[in-house]
């Protein structure tokens, strides 16, 4: 399948950094991190094939579609090398990109994905998205909505619940679904040694999915990594706590542009 035009958003000067969401998501899910890193960065946000603004080709789609995506982008834009922000799916996404096209990226920063997975866990996401092809998306949205966001959060912030449930029941069904079999069945293991660039690896505590296990063995795999693991927090880490992502991220990609 040939790459599609992606709808995208720039904002901010200096070297690239492309943002990549995940499953069922849109580009405004960096909106509260965009606007400090983009005083230093070219900062672009893009929606993935089949969401938000961007066109809806017939599914299913693969891991490399979206990653030929982000370079058709990357060729539109003009920019020699970029830095890749990832999560969750976006998190599978930004490495495999390292590997399909390392002179062109700086570097890759894993938010909430993963890697290694047991028999068990494998096992679990098959039992979510064999409920969802039996019972439709939203009459399950409830139990994503739970592994994504701690019930404090979920208590405290109705209206961003709202806003995420609503980015699900707007994202066509089929298409929800092929993004996450992608995320369900994507194995990292066998090729993150090939990700030479530097990495960050990032996860919350309590994130069933995407655990500190999942991530640990990320860190261990990649050959230039740093592990960060936020405690008490879930899966919707730039939702529920972009004050503790931001940090990190900055950090790094400093920290690789004085390297360079």
């Known amino acids: ?34 606007p400090t890193l983009s005083k230093s960065f070219t900062c672009v946000a893009c929606d993935l094939r089949g969401h938000g ?22 060729k539109r834009l003009g920019h020699d090398t970029v830095h890749i922000i ?18 062109h990226t700086r570097s890759v920063s894993l938010l909430s994905t993963a890697a290694g997975r047991t028999a068990e866990d494998s096992a ?13 998306v939203m009459p399950v949205i409830n139990t994503l909505v739970e ?28 298409v929800f679904l092929s993004v ?5 069945k994507t194995e990292m293991a066998p090729w993150l040694d090939q990700v030479t660039c530097p990495c960050l690896v990032l996860t919350g505590e309590l994130d069933g999915g995407c655990n500190p296990r999942l991530n ?12 960060v693991i936020l405690d008490a927090i879930k899966h919707s880490i730039l939702i529920e706590a972009p004050e ?13 542009e004085k390297a360079h």
């Open 53 to 74: 603004n961007s066109p809806v080709p017939p599914t299913p789609y693969t891991l490399d579609d979206l990653v030929e995506d982000i370079e058709a982008l990357r």
């Open 86 to 103: 990832g999560h969750s799916l976006g998190g599978m996404i930004g490495p495999a990109y390292a590997r399909a096209y390392p002179p």
């Open 1 to 34: 399948m040939s790459a599609v035009e992606l709808s995208y958003t720039v904002s901010g000067s200096g070297p690239a950094v492309y943002f990549v969401h995940g499953i069922g998501s849109r580009k405004v899910t960096w909106d509260a991190i965009i």
């Open 147 to 174: 592994r994504w966001y701690t019930d404090a959060f979920i208590q405290a912030r109705p209206d961003l619940i709202e806003m995420r449930k609503k980015q699900v029941e707007t994202t066509p069904e089929n």
């Open 124 to 136: 679990k996401l098959k039992a979510v998205g064999d409920a969802m092809e039996t019972k439709g």
């Open 244 to 256: 503790r992502v931001l940090p990190h991220i900055e950090t790094f990609l400093n920290d690789v």
């Open 180 to 184: 996450f079999w992608i995320y369900a």
């Open 216 to 227: 640990r063995f990320i860190d261990d795999k990649l050959p230039d990594s740093k592990l």
